[in-house]
Each structure stands twice: as C-alpha cells, then as structure tokens.
T-cell receptor, first 113, second 110 residues
C-alpha cells in the first residue's frame, strides 16, 4: 500500500529539548510539506521541499528545521527556539508541485510538558 | 494577500438534509482550488479539486463543488448528509503555493 507514515502518533517533550518528527512516503513523490495545525487556525506551512537536498521556508519556519537527504523522507525537528510547540503536525507529499493533490499522513500530536 | 476564506467555523445539519459549505478566494487569476476533509485526529483527504473546465466538479463521497468566478467562490455541496460526514472541511487554493482556510467543522444530528 502506498502512502505516508508519520511517527510517533503522540509525542511528549520537556521544555528546552529538541525533538524530531518522522515522515516517510512511498508514493515516489518529489514534493513534501510540513504543516502545523492549531484549533481555529487551519493549516500553516512550516517547510516544504520540491527536490532532494533542497527545501524552503514556509510561513512559520522559525524554531523548526528540516532535512531532505532522501526522496522518501522529510523529518522535522522542533527546536527549543520554538516558543509554542504544542500542536498537531501534518506531513504531506505531492507529485511535483504545490498545485498537485497533496496526500497527508495521519499526523503527530506534540505536547510540551 | 492571496488567500481562501471559510466564513463558517461551525455548521450543524440534520441527517438527510442538504449541505453547503462556503469558500471564497482572493487571487488575481483563477487558482487551483481544493476541498479536503479531516476526521478527528487524522490527516486530510482530498474530496475534489478544480483548475479549469467544467465549473461543477464531482468528488468522492457524493460531494460536489461549483466554481463561480463572478462571486470568487468555490462552495462545497452534498444533497443528503450522512452521520459519517461529520468532520472538519478545509478549502485550499493557490498556484505555486497552496494556502488552506481555517476549516469548517460539520456536526450532523440525527
């Protein structure tokens, strides 16, 4: 079955710690995205990548970092510089461009204790 | 700023009633437009999308949407709602970069 997997489903972190969220896709898509979802704010783009070894900041990149060393993987690190990291994080992929249909993973809920 | 707007945060309908969820866009040219659905604690799933051609678009699960250039709208409709349609619905749009609306939460009552 082709799709996107995110792990873990739930993640807890202490203040001041960095944490990495996993996102893997086996759809052979070139483009991958990370969104943050907060109640009443919809989805906000954190980072996106349209090709291996290249990525761009989205609307709310401060306090986050990413890497794209492999086509199928796009991990997101939430650093201690992110002031309010508690949120639901969604990873998505599309064939090539943002205008293509985006396929979403099941999400990771991060809670900072 | 280029964006999509969903004016209704929460909508309640009776099972079997018709449904219309509103979406307005503000772009200089016709953008790509999408409707996605999200069940609680899950990712989003595409219902339908539009870029050109027939302005009435059919999607999955019995949903359809109509693009109206004169009203800058792309409203989602379903003639008869089922309890399983209770979810959050997101309109999205753009070109080169897609932005999402804040979502409309649909409650279905028996």
């Amino acid at each position: 079955d082709g799709g996107i997997t995110q792990s873990p489903k739930y993640l807890f972190r202490k203040e001041g710690q960095n944490v990495t969220l996993s996102c893997e896709q086996n759809l052979n898509h070139d483009a991958m995205y990370w969104y943050r979802q907060d109640p009443g704010q919809g989805l906000r783009l954190i980072y996106y990548s349209q090709i291996v070894n290249d990525f761009q900041k989205g609307d709310i990149a401060e306090g986050y970092s990413v890497s794209r060393e492999k086509k199928e993987s796009f991990p997101l690190t939430v650093t201690s510089a992110q002031k309010n990291p508690t949120a639901f994080y969604l990873c998505a992929s599309s064939i090539a461009q943002a205008e293509d249909t985006q396929y979403f993973g099941p999400g990771t809920r991060l809670t900072v204790l | 700023a280029q964006s999509v707007t969903q004016p209704d945060i929460h909508i309640t309908v009776s099972e079997g009633a018709s449904l219309e969820l509103r979406c307005n866009y503000s772009y200089g040219a016709t953008p790509y437009l999408f409707w996605y659905v999200q069940s609680p604690g899950q990712g989003l799933q595409l219902l339908l999308k539009y870029f050109s051609g027939d302005t009435l678009v059919q999607g999955i699960k019995g949903f359809e949407a109509e693009f109206k250039r004169s009203q800058s709208s792309f409203n989602l409709r379903k003639p008869s709602v089922h309890w399983s349609d209770a979810a959050e619905y997101f309109c999205a749009g753009g070109y080169q970069k897609v932005t999402f609306g804040i979502g409309t939460k649909l409650q279905v009552i028996p």
